[in-house]
Every structure is written in structure tokens, then in C-alpha cells.
């Protein structure tokens, strides 16, 4: 089974993810793309990369969101839907698979198919797609799963998109001595097996992707997506803090009580307002010759 996630997390980050996200990577692909393209979005969970690179694309485009949890994609699409409505963009329901956003620019329409993408690219409709794009995945799939996706765009000549792969370790202001002890424990989490078939890419996932496209012709593009979540971003950093120290402490068994120390130091700074994170990510772009 792959890993999961909630969608109150996927909600809480999504305003760093679009944020942090590369806008010059995305003009680059909407460039290569046909005039309404097909977009495969892997790992949808939430709909939030669908979100903002629909802006990105300005134009009519069809999306099929593609995701193992049947309640993240009915709540991509309730959040899809109210988004739009936000915007004064009507959306309708001409079935009950489809969702269509009617932008000004052109209409999106919207899909979803569940399926487990550690089988990827089995089971994925490549033959009508344009481009297949992701958003945090990368780092948690393997190697064999990346070599895989490669073999399989490069046959139809799809353009890849990878955003928000994690490139290095969370840096906290102001520094702790617990954070080594965190970092290094939280690095050998993000390599466990997360149900990909084999150990997780982690921070080597942008040089994966390089090495695997650039395998088969593509030209491969990068720009640095940091996360900053700064002192005045209370919730986003107990989230990000929690989940470290919990992923961190099942390896770091013998440091119980320095994590300790740096779980109280880190919930008095975050009170206080005093607690800044950078996280590192970079954002990757596989384009095939000719694109």
C-alpha cells in the first residue's frame, strides 16, 4: 500500500506549495502543450497542483486527476468547485465524473480515476495524455518507478512535470542542538520504503528524474521551490515541527530526550512568534526532443 495523506494537511500546505513552485518551469510547459491539453495529474490528492497550474495554462484544458483515495478526489472536486465559485467562475456537473470549470479563457474539465500508482504507468490512460505532471511524489517513490515513468513518456514523447521535491534538509531559525538529531532522523524516514516497490528517492529525487529522462532525449529544466514559512505562520510550523519529531523519533530511539527538549523549545518559540523554517524543494521539468 502507498502512502497517504490527509486532506487537512494537503489543505493547510497548499498556499506554501503555490508559493513556493517554480512560475517560470510551469510557463514553460503550458508553452510546449497543444492548444487544449490533456493533463494526467499523478498523486492528485486535493486537486491543489491542478489549482495552480490551470491558472499557469490560461486556456480550455482537461485534467484527469489520478489518486488511490476516494475521498481526497471527492474533495478535490467539492474544493475545485468552491474555488472557482470564489472567482466568480461557474462550474456544473454534466455527469457524475465530470466537473467542468467554466473559466473565461476556456473551460476545464475536470476528471478522476483511482488507481494504485505504485503499478504506474500500468493502468494510466498515457495514449490520451499530454503531459503528466505531479506535485510532492517524486521524493516518495524509487528509483525502478521513475525509470519506469520515463520509458513509458518517452514512448508517446509526454513532457514530464515533477514540483515540490524535497532537495535538502528543513533549516530552523533560530537553531536548536536537537536539530541535527531531527534532520537525520527525519532523512532516514523519508527513505523507508513507502510502498513504490523499493527505498524512496528522498532528496536524490531531482537527480532521478534527470537521469531517467535524460536517458531517453529529454531536455531536463529545474528551479529551486523552497517552502518559508515564516515566524507569523503558527499552524503551518507546529505541522511541519509535529511531523518531523514524530518520523525523526522512530529512529533516533536513543535521543528521546533531546527530541524531547526540542519539541518543548519549538512549541515555546512557535507562541512566541519567534520560529522560522526554510524547507528546500526543487521543481524539475522533462521536456522530450522537439518540445
Not at 467539492?78 to 470564489?86: F, I, K, S, W
Not at 457524475?96 to 474539465?109: C, Q, V, Y
Not at 490520451?128 to 517513490?141: E, G, M, Y
Not at 499552524?235 to 509535529?242: F, G, I, K, V
Amino acid at each position: 500500500m502507498t502512502e497517504s495523506f490527509d486532506g487537512d494537511w494537503l489543505e493547510l500546505r497548499e498556499p506554501f506549495d503555490a508559493m513556493a513552485r517554480d512560475m517560470g518551469l510551469a510557463a514553460q510547459l503550458s508553452a510546449a502543450l497543444p492548444a487544449r491539453p490533456r493533463i494526467l495529474d499523478l498523486g492528485a490528492g486535493t486537486a491543489s497542483l491542478t489549482r495552480w497550474l490551470g491558472h499557469a495554462i490560461g486556456r480550455a484544458q482537461a485534467w484527469t486527476l489520478v489518486d488511490a483515495d476516494p475521498e481526497l478526489i471527492t474533495r478535490a472536486f467539492d474544493t475545485l468547485a468552491e474555488r472557482a465559485d470564489l472567482i466568480g467562475w461557474a462550474s456544473s456537473f454534466p455527469n457524475k465524473r465530470t466537473l467542468l470549470i467554466h473559466a473565461p479563457h476556456g473551460a476545464w474539465r475536470i476528471e478522476a480515476l483511482l488507481t494504485n500508482l505504485a503499478l504506474a504507468p500500468h493502468g494510466l490512460p498515457l495514449q490520451q495524455t499530454d503531459a503528466v505532471v505531479c506535485s510532492a511524489l517524486c521524493d516518495l517513490v524509487s528509483e525502478d518507478w521513475i525509470t519506469r515513468m520515463a520509458k513509458a513518456c518517452a514512448a508517446r514523447r509526454i513532457p514530464f512535470y515533477a514540483a515540490l521535491n524535497t532537495s535538502a534538509p528543513a533549516r530552523f531559525s533560530p537553531p536548536h542542538r536537537g536539530d541535527a538529531f531531527v534532520r537525520r532522523g527525519f532523512m532516514r524516514d523519508q527513505l523507508r520504503d513507502k510502498g513504490f516497490g523499493g527505498r524512496a528517492l528522498g532528496d536524490a529525487a531531482p537527480a532521478a528524474i534527470a537521469r531517467a529522462f535524460g536517458a531517453h532525449g529529454y531536455t531536463v529544466h529545474s528551479a529551486t521551490s523552497p517552502w518559508r514559512i515564516g515566524r507569523l505562520d503558527g499552524e503551518m510550523a507546529e505541522a511541519l515541527s509535529s511531523g518531523m519529531l514524530q518520523a525523526a523519533a522512530k529512529h533516533e530511539r536513543a535521543a528521546v530526550r533531546v527530541l524531547d527538549a526540542w519539541a518543548e523549545a519549538r512549541a515555546d518559540q512557535i507562541e512566541a512568534t519567534r520560529l522560522s523554517i526554510l524547507v528546500p524543494h526543487r521543481d524539475v521539468l522533462a521536456l522530450p526532443p522537439g518540445a
